[in-house]
């Protein structure tokens, strides 16, 4: 399919103004797929990706279907949302299209709300119910909403829905609905729980599919950056500052990851704000208002928590970790380079099997992300020097008034040159944040690894009787210093001490950054390791203890001793 002008799709004449003041002035495949079945009455299977303008493809038919019966303005659409973001959003351009269309009354109804306010808005009249399904049932059981009078549903992010366990309060919803009523579905995926729905509760429905291949992608710049193992966060922080985004959305896979990662930006200089499924709904729309208007730079989310999100203008999108498949990664990058813009994608990958997972994604989406090194410290700063002078040329060509040229000729009366009073401001204005950007350190080539023997040896207070094992040594190590886990040789695990080979130019380095520290919950001591005379060369890392005459004894097969017999 292709997009057609809005003018021939036989929109009345209010609903056309509004979608010409929105700024669209064609429709995507999926409205130009969707609009004049649902029009028609007939039910409706939509299936596309975040990005495609499905909102409006239902929307639009929404509202003109709607009549105007009584003063009571009884409920004839609902649509059912997966978050209360979706649904305020879904919200928002409904009331947005009818502008010019008098009648229709709005009402959105979720979770996290004052329900006493959505009773009172009900009780006024709304012909247009926007609802999650947990408020939508909470409502029918209250019998403030009735849908006997309804004509149309719209299930929206359907499969999402289901992910969340919303299927039973659904099929109840839809219960309660007049079996006449016109059923419309959008999903991204089509798993079998969806399918049974359809079957059930759809008549004959027309498929409008718009592949992945479809969705316009290919404009967005993709790009992928190898990080040591336990590094991803001070990688991230290279990439935000190398590139710079005015708005971008950081997707994490766990709530406990968004609060951290935003605990770290927020300490290393960044405007960044948390948004998961935990949060009140007042800290949930106070976080968005911050990110819509820009007050925010930075959004860290998980997909649920994402789901609806619309904002203007996306700079960038942040995998910092690994999305679940290959729909999720198209969902996440699809909110930027919307409507002919610019946009980029950027993933964090740490290790051999993300290495491979975002490989099979690619390959899925027909998508071609290039690998990167990590920016450095120094390429940076070069950056940030020629984004400054670009700015100050500017403004000096703009030949401004400048508010503090009383300050800088005082300087010069000090005795400075007007060179040193320019210098010493730009190191105030540029030098501050040094502090702030980690070091990096390349990974070795694959296969190389530190010689046996050619390092030097550390100790730290932990050992077997801690439940110790290597890969809680080399995460602390590499998390905390530049070291890479190919850098690190030997592990010697004793009962209360471990002994790790490193390279000599980096010992000293390590036991800075972990004396004092925690690993495996244990506060750890650091110190450099000198073997004591007549010391095992290397511990036993598997098998019992060596026996020990004067605090062993020997035990016997079994944990009871048999019948009669008195035990040892």
């Not at 209360?84 to 959003?89: I, P, V, W």
């Not at 359907?158 to 219960?175: K, P, Q, Y």
């Not at 994402?306 to 203007?312: E, H, L, P, Q, S």
């Not at 016997?556 to 001793?561: C, E, I, K, T, Y």
Request: hydrophobic fraction near 40%.
């Amino acid at each position: 399919m292709n997009e057609i002008p809005f003018d021939q799709l036989g929109l009345t004449p209010e609903l056309l103004r509004a979608v010409e003041e929105m700024g669209f002035t064609t429709a995507t495949d999926i409205q130009s797929g969707t609009i004049p079945l649902i029009r028609e009455g007939k039910d409706v299977i939509g299936r596309s990706q975040t990005g495609t303008g499905k909102t409006a493809a239902f929307t639009i038919p929404a509202i003109e279907m709607i009549e105007k019966l009584d003063s009571r303005h009884q409920v004839q659409v609902l649509l059912l949302c997966p978050t209360r973001e979706l649904a305020m959003q879904a919200a928002e351009e409904v009331q947005k299209l009818s502008k010019y269309r008098s009648g229709v009354k709005t009402v959105a109804v979720y979770g996290g709300a004052p329900i006493d306010r959505q009773i009172a808005r009900l009780g006024q009249g709304a012909n247009f119910v926007i609802g999650t399904p947990g408020r939508v049932m909470d409502h029918i059981r209250r019998k403030t909403l009735k849908l006997d009078t309804l004509k149309l549903v719209i299930l929206d992010e359907a499969d999402e829905m289901l992910n969340m366990g919303f299927r039973e309060d659904i099929e109840t919803i839809l219960s309660f609905a007049p079996e006449e009523r016109q059923t419309v579905l959008f999903s991204a995926t089509m798993p079998p729980a969806i399918l049974a729905i359809t079957k059930q509760y759809q008549r004959e429905p027309e498929m409008v599919q718009i592949n992945r291949q479809q969705v316009t992608i290919d404009a967005i710049e993709q790009a992928s950056f190898e990080v040591p193992m336990g590094r991803k966060m001070d990688a991230l922080n290279l990439v935000l500052r190398a590139y710079a985004p005015k708005s971008a959305i950081v997707f994490c896979n766990t709530k406990s990851m968004v609060d951290e990662l935003t605990a770290y930006l927020n300490d290393h200089g960044f405007s960044a704000a948390g948004l998961h499924g935990d949060m009140k709904q007042s800290q949930r729309t106070q976080v968005m208002d911050g990110f819509k208007r820009r007050k925010t730079a930075l959004l860290v989310a998980t997909d649920v928590a994402a789901r609806g999100i619309d904002v203007d203008d996306l700079d960038m999108v942040l995998n910092y970790d690994i999305p679940q498949n290959s729909e999720y990664y198209v969902h996440r990058i699809g909110r930027t380079g919307r409507a002919g813009k610019e946009g980029r994608a950027f993933t964090l990958v740490s290790g051999r099997k993300q290495v491979w997972q975002l490989r099979d994604i690619a390959r899925q989406t027909r998508s071609t992300i290039e690998p990167r090194p990590i920016p450095t410290p120094e390429e940076i700063a070069e950056t940030r020097r020629a984004r400054a002078f670009e700015k100050m040329l500017q403004k000096l060509r703009a030949a401004e008034v400048y508010r503090y040229a009383d300050m800088a000729q005082e300087l010069c009366d000090e005795g400075f040159s007007m060179d040193q009073v320019a210098a010493m401001a730009l190191e105030m204005l540029f030098g501050k944040e040094k502090h702030l950007i980690p070091q990096m350190v390349k990974s070795p080539v694959r296969g190389e690894r530190l010689p046996r023997g050619a390092g030097v040896r550390i100790g730290l207070s932990i050992g077997r009787e801690q439940h110790i094992a290597p890969n809680f040594i080399v995460g602390a190590i590499a998390e905390r210093t530049d070291i890479t886990g190919r850098e690190i040789g030997k592990i010697e695990i004793y009962d209360r001490k471990t002994v790790v080979e490193l390279p000599a130019d980096k010992a000293e380095e390590a036991i800075r950054a972990i004396d004092g520290t925690k690993i495996a919950g244990r506060i750890v001591k650091a110190f450099p390791y000198t073997p004591k005379e007549g010391e095992f060369a290397a511990p036993r890392l598997r098998g019992p203890r060596p026996y020990r005459a004067d605090k062993d004894r020997p035990r016997r097969p079994g944990r009871f001793p048999k019948p009669g017999k008195k035990p040892f």
